[in-house]
């Protein structure tokens, strides 16, 4: 770590120069302005107005790159931050077929993407999201709402044997995944420029490394309910070959998961460390619930036993998720004071 001396300029005033290697690297000259972002714990931040411009961009050339790894690249600079991207065929090369379609899917997965140039050498798309359109507890709490729609959707639909029910929550795995993707531009863009730590939410750069963890698991509950809703689909008459007892016992666990799902978000938003210890307690009441079905099954044959272990283990999984956010949430709330932490 380098270390700089402070020095008195005046009765009121103090001054420490800037290292010249980072000055150069951000073409910070003498008479250029720069912004003081002011964070918790002590934190001075000094950006140069370089590092706070809209319009990056990024060119990825597709040349030696099948589709796959042109439509991936995209998602990448979109996560990175990137306002503009361009694909590029490369000297004297023309885009193909599946270059264009992958640009058009990666379109299709990404919210506030768009194409705005096309030419048989080169696509421009662009992203108009404006980051301080959203918060990222709001987004946190959108992303849980979806998976916790496909949840009860996909359950509902092996309750019921309808297999629109488990089509719609199929439907919103799409949402969800652009949902995640969003969140993860917003992290990135905040930790690469403090300043947008703010506008979208927070106090300081802190929580951003605990908010890119829930997102994930919050994205994973929804490939969760996702697997219900395959499952639905892929069964015999939509549904399980169960008593009706045993599908209300599914349809509670169901009810419980998503209770502690949305607790676990909520104590992460509201720094809510009482949230987070009664999710915790929750979950040692419901913890064996996968394996006491299991145990009360008739018996069955074995693609039927399969079809009920793949819905259980679902919801625990997702249930284990929520008490993975509820230890983040733990550290978040436990970072500040409260009732419970005072902290010198």
């Not at 309750?159 to 969003?182: C, M, S, T, W, Y």
């Not at 502690?260 to 915790?280: F, G, K, L, S």
Request: proline letters at 3%; a negative charge; glycine letters at 4%.
């Amino acid at each position: 770590m380098e270390t700089r001396k402070v020095q008195r300029l005046g009765p009121s005033t103090l001054a420490m120069t800037l290292p010249a290697e980072w000055a150069s690297a951000h073409d910070v000259e003498k008479g250029d302005e720069v912004s003081l972002r002011i964070g918790g714990n002590g934190t001075l931040t000094v950006l140069p107005e370089s590092i706070q411009a809209e319009e990056s961009e990024a060119i990825i050339f597709a040349e030696d790159l099948d589709a796959d790894a042109v439509e991936r690249a995209i998602v990448a600079q979109y996560v990175l931050g990137r306002r503009i991207i361009h694909v590029d065929a490369g000297e004297g090369e023309t885009l193909t077929s599946e270059h264009i379609n992958a640009v058009y899917n990666a379109e299709t997965q990404l919210m506030g993407l768009g194409v705005i140039e096309e030419t048989p050498e080169r696509i421009a798309i662009r992203c108009s999201v404006d980051p301080e359109d959203f918060t990222l507890d709001n987004l946190l709490e959108r992303l849980e709402s979806t998976g916790s729609t496909m949840r009860n959707e996909a359950v509902k639909s092996l309750a019921h044997g309808n297999p629109d029910l488990a089509q719609r929550a199929l439907n919103r795995e799409r949402q969800a995944n652009k949902i995640f993707v969003l969140l993860l531009r917003l992290i990135f863009t905040a930790y690469q420029n403090p300043n947008l730590a703010r506008a979208i939410g927070l106090d300081d750069g802190f929580p951003l490394i605990g908010y890119r963890s829930i997102a994930k698991n919050l994205e994973l509950t929804a490939d969760n309910a996702e697997d219900i809703a395959e499952t639905a689909l892929e069964s015999e008459d939509h549904t399980l070959t169960v008593e009706s007892s045993t599908m209300r016992r599914i349809r509670d666990f169901t009810d419980q998961v998503n209770n502690i799902t949305a607790m676990a978000v909520q104590a992460a938003v509201e720094r809510d460390y009482d949230a987070a210890i009664e999710v915790r307690q929750q979950y040692a009441e419901i913890g064996n619930r996968e394996t006491e079905i299991l145990e009360d099954l008739p018996e069955m044959d074995n693609e039927s036993l399969l079809q009920v272990r793949e819905v259980l283990v679902s919801l625990q999984q997702t249930a284990e998720y929520a008490v993975r956010n509820a230890e983040i949430s733990t550290n978040l709330a436990l970072n500040e004071e409260s009732a419970h932490t005072e902290i010198n």
